[in-house]
T-cell receptor, first 114, second 111 residues
Framework: GENVEQHPSTLSVQEGDSAVIKCTYS??????FPWYKQELGKRPQLIID?????GEKKDQRIAVTLNKTAKHFSLHITETQPEDSAVYFC?????????????FGTGTRLLVSP | DAGVTQSPTHLIKTRGQQVTLRCSPK?????VSWYQQALGQGPQFIFQ???????QRGNFPDRFSGHQFPNYSSELNVNALLLGDSALYLC??????????FGPGTRLTVT
């Protein structure tokens, strides 16, 4: 089955710096890659996603890149703000079955210091 | 629209007991997935229900079972609770093959 690895486990940056979180997946058939932000005690919230027919997607300060050949994808956050502090999870899924089963990475705790 | 709701919010059970968790999907959603999130870990897929049938299952033992009702709400049942079942249980609803929307979760503590 699918396995998703995520690095780093913790990331500390200064406000205004950029942050990059990387994930690799094992199943070359996976074709949907969402990123979730989870604040302490709250539910995971989808912040951006990408499908395998696209190499990059951007939404304001966040962007995701996908390298299908290497089977890795990354989350980029620019101009970080203290409110970006949270745990971020990457996930992978195969959509073609009609039912989405997400396999999550182990998470990255991002701390943005003022 | 209240989005995805789950009950109860918190639950404390003793080893060996049985527990039932409930999920009401967002209006218009017909598919419900359940995930287990242990402390400090990513969510792990338990199973998914569509049209009142289990459609996909993750690597969880038969102690974990579920049900979906005609109104699309769902229950997760866990029998013979173990200490290791302590976790946040998340429900996600969607339309078929759509992006899931997570509920707030039920925090289960097994003592």
């Amino acid at each position: 089955g699918e396995n998703v690895e995520q690095h780093p486990s913790t990331l500390s940056v200064q406000e205004g710096d950029s942050a990059v979180i990387k994930c690799t997946y094992s199943d070359s058939a996976s074709n949907y890659f969402p990123w979730y932000k989870q604040e302490l005690g709250k539910r995971p919230q989808l912040i951006i996603d990408i499908r395998s027919n696209v190499g990059e997607k951007k939404d304001q300060r966040i962007a995701v890149t996908l390298n299908k050949t290497a089977k890795h994808f990354s989350l980029h956050i620019t101009e970080t703000q203290p409110e970006d502090s949270a745990v971020y999870f990457c996930a992978a899924s195969l959509e073609d079955t009609g039912f989405q089963k997400l396999v999550f990475g182990t998470g990255t705790r991002l701390l943005v210091s003022p | 629209d209240a989005g995805v709701t789950q009950s109860p919010t918190h639950l404390i059970k003793t080893r060996g007991q049985q527990v039932t968790l409930r999920c009401s999907p967002k209006s218009g959603h017909d598919t419900v997935s359940w995930y287990q999130q242990a402390l400090g870990q990513g969510p792990q897929f338990i199973f998914q229900y569509y049209e009142e049938e289990e459609r996909q299952r993750g690597n969880f033992p038969d102690r974990f079972s579920g049900h979906q009702f005609p109104n699309y709400s769902s229950e997760l049942n866990v029998n013979a609770l173990l200490l290791g079942d302590s976790a946040l249980y998340l429900c996600a609803s969607s339309i078929r093959n759509g992006q899931g929307l997570f509920g707030p979760g039920t925090r289960l503590t097994v003592t």
